[in-house]
């Protein structure tokens, strides 16, 4: 993270595949059997992409990850109508450009697939789940209103793709527009079950409190309590969301003691935990950068 618009990593949502499982996936492709991959890697890209957090390697995975996406590409051609399958390739494509991806350009094309799939996804599973981005606003939060728990899964990763491809899309006032049905939908989540994805949804909501110094309309302090809680929640062990903490709001308010003894702490934390190695792993390193530019910042 390097300004206050670039969304990044916060999702906090899995990583991709391991290398070694590449080779197997293409050969059964070349050899013309996609359609009996299809009837099980819905679930297989979920188990997949799980198992991929606890790896440590971040450059293996960065290596062999395009090929896993190819992989889904062209599933989701040969299903176009599986939510799940869409699902995943929005979750994957979004995880790979946010920890990967430093080309704006290249980063919007990987955003808008992510955001497309998952639209698309939303509009199969989910009842009156079509045109979510254009319908009046009071019908929109009506029908944000109306989700229910065991619809969050679904809800979670729109609204991360959503953000995403607000942020790759910054320069157009229109995008930026959209954030306040991303807000509500977001709202929404933590409301159902704010402890998903390690308090996921406080940490977007802090991030999105503190896009904006108070001047100019941002709410740091309701940010602060977001990211507080999210810490709470997670019992401190998703390290991204002190970075995000560190980085949205104490460099926001230039409060050098919070922002160092936050990055300070995730620096010297174990990162291995079930789900979380590779992204504690990328935060560590994000920590350390940071903590290098603290003085140039302060």
């Known amino acids: 993270m390097t300004n206050t618009t670039d969304y990044g990593l916060k999702s906090g949502t899995g990583f991709l595949m391991l290398r070694a499982m590449l080779g197997g996936f293409c050969l059964l492709l070349m050899s013309g059997c996609v359609s009996m991959v299809a009837s099980f890697t819905s679930g297989f890209a979920e188990d997949l ?7 440590p390697d971040v450059e293996m995975v ?14 989701v051609a040969k299903s176009p109508d599986n939510p799940n399958l869409l699902l995943q390739s929005s979750r994957l494509t979004l995880a790979y450009s946010a920890a990967f991806v430093s080309d704006p350009e290249r980063a919007r094309l990987m955003a808008d697939k992510a955001f497309e799939d998952m639209q698309r996804s939303i509009c199969l599973s989910i009842r009156d789940g079509c045109e979510l981005r254009t319908r009046p606003f009071d019908e929109y939060e009506a029908w944000v209103a109306e989700r229910t728990e065991k619809e969050i899964p679904e809800l979670y990763q729109l609204a991360s793709a959503w953000t995403g491809w607000i942020q790759a899309n910054s320069d157009d006032f229109a995008a930026i527009a959209e954030l306040g049905r991303v807000k509500a939908l977001m709202l ?9 994805d390690y308090g996921g949804p406080h ?10 110094p108070p001047s100019l309309g941002g709410r740091p302090e309701i940010g602060r309590a977001h ?30 003691e919070l922002h160092d003894r936050l990055l300070t702490e995730v620096v010297d934390a174990d990162p291995r935990g079930e ?13 350390e ?5 603290a003085d140039d910042y302060f």
């Open 203 to 212: 940490l977007y909501l802090g991030v999105f409190e503190t896009l904006l």
């Open 289 to 293: 950068e940071l903590l290098d530019t």
């Open 227 to 256: 990211f507080e809680k999210a810490i709470e929640i997670s019992e401190g062990r998703y390290l991204m969301t002190k970075v995000m903490y560190a980085d949205q709001y104490a460099r926001l308010l230039f409060d050098r």
């Open 49 to 55: 992409g799980d198992a991929i957090l606890d790896n």
């Open 188 to 196: 929404r989540i933590a409301e159902l079950d704010e402890t998903y």
């Open 62 to 75: 960065q290596e062999g990850a395009p090929a896993y996406l190819l992989l889904m590409d062209a599933l």
């Open 275 to 287: 789900g979380l190695t590779l992204i504690n792993t990328v935060a560590q390193r994000r920590a």
